[in-house]
C-alpha cells in the first residue's frame, strides 16, 4: 500500500537521521574532549598539559588525573556546555587551520580561558568552600571572608572562582615571579633543571 | 531547480537569529567582565586595601609593586578613590582618566594629544598596573623626558 510506505518512510527517516546525528554528535564530542587530542594531536596545548601536571590540579581527590575538560568545559550536556564546547571548538580548529605559525599569546589566552571555566565545574570537587577539596584543611581567615562574600554571606562577589584563584593548573613565564606561584613555579625550574642535566 | 525566494529568505533569517542568538547566550552565560569589587557592601573598615589584595588579586598587587607607581609609593586610593565614599576621588575599580591621569600627567597628556590627536586611552600603552621598573614584562617604554613636539 503506497500509502503506508509514505507514513513509514515519514516516521523512520528522520528518526534514523535523529539517531545518526546523536550518535555521531557524541562520539564527536567525546574524541575531542581527551586530554590526548588537546595536548598532543594538534601539539597546541603541549606547554599547559606539561605545566598541568606539576600543579595543585592534577590529580583529583580520588587520585585521578585531572583532564583539561573537566575545567575548561561545563560539566553535562546542557546548553552551557554545548555553548562553550562549539565555541572553543571553532576557535580551536580556526587558529590551528589558518593561524598555525602565529605565537600563542598567553596573556591573551588567559582572559579567553578564564572566561569559560564555569564554577560549577570547581564545585564538583570543591563542594565545602571553607575546606580543602579532601576536606582536611581549612581554609585561611582571608579565604573565609572571601567565601562568605561569594556566597553571599558577608556582602557580594560577582567574581567567580577564577577571578581570585588564577594560575591553579598552568603557570605561563611571566606569572612565575608572583609570590603566591612560588611553589608551583619552583616545581616547574626543577623538572626544567632535571630534563636540560640529562 | 528553481529557487524559492520565500524559502530562502526564511532560512537565511533563521540562520542569522540562531547565530545571533548563540552569541547573545555566551555572552549572558559567560560575562568576559565579572569582578566589579560588589564586594564592599560594608565598606567602613577596609582601610588597608593591600593586605587583601595581596592574596586576593596578587597578580594586580604585585605588579603594582614593581611598577613606577608602586616604587614612587603611589597608593591605591589615590587613583581608584576610597570604598566609603570619603575623599574627591570617587571609588573606580576603572579610574576616568581624564579626571586621575591628568591630576599628575596632564603636561605629557596635552603633549600626547597634541602629537597623536585626542580619545586615546592612557592604558593601552601604558598599562597602568604592568610597567616594572625591575620585570622583564616591561612592556612599554615610557617617556624619555626628551619628547618633542
Known amino acids: 500500500m503506497p ?4 507514513t513509514y518512510r515519514r ?5 534514523v537521521a535523529l539517531a545518526l546525528f546523536c550518535g555521531v554528535s557524541y562520539a564527536l564530542l567525546s574524541a575531542t574532549s581527551t586530554m590526548s587530542f588537546c595536548s598532543s594531536a594538534c601539539h597546541e596545548m603541549e606547554a599547559q598539559a606539561a605545566e ?23 560539566a553535562g550536556f546542557g546548553p552551557r556546555y554545548m555553548a562553550v564546547k562549539t565555541y572553543s571548538g571553532l576557535k580551536d580548529l580556526y587558529v590551528h587551520l589558518f593561524r598555525s605559525g602565529a605565537p600563542l599569546l598567553r596573556a591573551d589566552l588567559q582572559k579567553t580561558a578564564r572566561r569559560f571555566i564555569d564554577d560549577g565545574n570547581c564545585l564538583l570537587c570543591h563542594d565545602d568552600l571553607y575546606r580543602d577539596a579532601r576536606g582536611e584543611q581549612t581554609v585561611t581567615d582571608l579565604g573565609r571572608i572571601a567565601h562568605d562574600a561569594y556566597l553571599g554571606k558577608n556582602g557580594q562577589a560577582s567574581s567567580r572562582c577564577v577571578g581570585c584563584h588564577i594560575n591553579i593548573a598552568h603557570l605561563p613565564e611571566f606569572d612565575r615571579r608572583l609570590e603566591v606561584n612560588g611553589l608551583f613555579a619552583e616545581r616547574i625550574k626543577n623538572k626544567e633543571a632535571e630534563r636540560d642535566a640529562d | 531547480m528553481r529557487i524559492n525566494m520565500k524559502t530562502t529568505g526564511l ?4 540562520i542569522c537569529i540562531g547565530i545571533g542568538g548563540f552569541f547573545l547566550y555566551l555572552d549572558k552565560a559567560f560575562p568576559e567582565v565579572r569582578c566589579e569589587a560588589a564586594h564592599l557592601a560594608a565598606p567602613e573598615g577596609y582601610e588597608d586595601c593591600l ?3 595581596v592574596k586576593v588579586t596578587a597578580q594586580v598587587t ?3 609593586q614593581e611598577s613606577k607607581h608602586g616604587v614612587m609609593l603611589v597608593k591605591c586610593v589615590v587613583c581608584h578613590g576610597e570604598p566609603d ?3 574627591s576621588i570617587p571609588f573606580a575599580a576603572r579610574p576616568d582618566q581624564n579626571m586621575i591621569c591628568s591630576r599628575c600627567h596632564d603636561p605629557a597628556m596635552q603633549r600626547m594629544t597634541a602629537k597623536f590627536g585626542g580619545g586615546m586611552d592612557c592604558n593601552t600603552c601604558h598599562p597602568r ?21
Not at chain 1, 52 to 74: N, Q
Not at chain 2, 11 to 14: D, I, K, T, V, Y
Request: positive net charge.
Open chain 2, 85 to 87: 565614599g570619603k575623599g
Open chain 2, 129 to 149: 598596573h604592568q610597567n616594572p621598573m625591575h620585570a622583564d614584562a616591561y612592556q612599554k617604554t615610557a617617556a624619555s623626558g626628551k619628547t618633542s613636539f
Open chain 2, 62 to 64: 604585585q605588579d603594582w
Open chain 1, 52 to 74: 598541568l601536571r606539576f600543579s595543585s590540579h592534577a590529580r583529583d581527590k580520588e587520585g585521578g588525573d585531572i583532564s583539561c575538560v573537566r575545567c575548561h568545559i561545563p
Open chain 1, 3 to 6: 500509502e503506508k510506505k509514505h
Open chain 2, 51 to 53: 593586605s587583601c589584595h
Open chain 1, 11 to 15: 516516521a523512520v527517516i528522520p528518526a
Open chain 2, 11 to 14: 532560512a537565511l533569517a533563521l
